[in-house]
């Protein structure tokens, strides 16, 4: 059976100029750092999704309780980043959040993975034929090089001789290629190996420059909702994203310090900015809570109800006689009852 293929992205493209863009610095300026906050949230949950988010009142919740704020606010950031123009206006009608610009960055990284079918195509704003030529099928060429056949007659009596030299250069010319593969392969793990150690130092000097960052640390303080806490468990974190990294073999989505900021914060925020080193790690996992059931109340008895609503009037009556006077007292009038409740 064949693996399905995902829909959506486990990283995404981001410009280096994106700070100096004219529609994120409006965003900046009206909301400061809540707005850069919510827009990148945005990202990462339209690309983790596909190529759009349907925007509804739990989602509204989640962001406001995210942002710590009121949900009418995170409403009025949406609708000012639809007026400048970082999302479709047509598409925000029916709650929807893309752009075209998203669409073609969400083209460019599926490339040939792109599973058409699946495409929610009212939501799109590239025309399907244009989407077909920006995705272009790679296949392997397939070599149509014949090779000679020999034609040249043998005698009879030097047949098995020339199989035996034919058989023996062959094997010869088959150990000197397996050589010359051994060797390109050695040579091509060692650069690979190189590459590595170079890529884990720059990934070393990035953890610094980031914890060393008052703004950077500031924002993810905000942003991730747990106090100053968070900075003293970031490095360990990051230890732990390196080795998720070279695990799933993804050292080529993190080659500029961008990529690795952008790929740890959602790798973290995956792990719900989690702390506990066991529970990172995913060597622990969380045991579900226990529902305590109470066993309900024995029902009482039709006899035990009657005697209950017998004393009860019983009690009533003397507070009637007691609190309006009719001349005699309730115990004089009661013995001349009779006591069911006896």
Not at 203 to 210: F, G, V
Not at 267 to 286: A, D, F, M, P, Y
Not at 292 to 315: Q, T
Request: charged letters at 30%; one cysteine or more.
């Amino acid at each position: 059976m064949a693996r399905p293929i995902k829909l959506g992205l486990d990283y995404f493209p981001m410009d280096t100029d994106v700070l100096k863009n004219i529609k994120i610095r409006r965003l900046m300026k009206k909301y400061e750092s809540p707005g850069a906050i919510l827009y990148l949230n945005l990202l990462c949950d339209i690309y983790g999704n596909s190529y759009f988010v349907q925007i509804g009142q739990d989602y509204l919740f989640d962001l406001a309780d995210q942002l710590e704020t009121e949900d009418t606010e995170i409403k009025a950031m949406l609708d000012y980043m639809v007026e400048i123009g970082l999302f479709d206006a047509e598409l925000w009608k029916q709650n929807i959040l893309t752009s075209k610009s998203i669409q073609e960055r969400y083209l460019t990284a599926k490339g040939r993975y792109l599973n058409e079918k699946k495409l929610e195509k009212q939501y799109l704003l590239i025309p399907l034929p244009e989407i077909k030529a920006r995705v272009s099928t790679v296949k392997t060429p397939v070599c149509t090089e014949k090779t000679p056949v020999i034609t040249v007659e043998t005698p009879v009596c030097t047949v098995e001789s020339a199989q035996s030299i034919g058989n023996k250069n062959k094997v010869e010319n088959n150990k000197e290629n397996e050589s010359i593969n051994l060797n390109n392969n050695n040579h091509n793990n060692a650069r690979v190996r190189e590459n590595d150690q170079s890529l884990k130092a720059e990934w070393d000097q990035w953890k610094k420059e980031l914890l060393n960052d008052e703004d950077w640390c500031a924002s993810l303080v905000r942003y991730s909702g747990k106090g100053l806490a968070i900075i003293e468990h970031a490095l360990e974190a990051m230890t732990y994203f390196d080795d998720f990294i070279v695990l799933k073999a993804q050292e080529d989505t993190t080659r500029t310090k961008k990529e690795y900021q952008m790929s740890f914060i959602g790798w973290w925020r995956h792990n719900n900015w989690e702390t506990n080193r066991q529970l990172l790690t995913g060597t622990k996992q969380v045991a579900p809570p226990r529902t305590e059931y109470k066993k309900p109340a024995a029902r009482k008895s039709r006899y035990e109800e009657m005697m209950e609503v017998a004393a009860e009037a019983k009690l009533l009556t003397k507070k009637m006689y007691e609190n309006n006077g009719f001349g005699y007292t309730i115990e004089n009038s009661l013995e001349a009852t009779t006591d069911y409740t006896a």
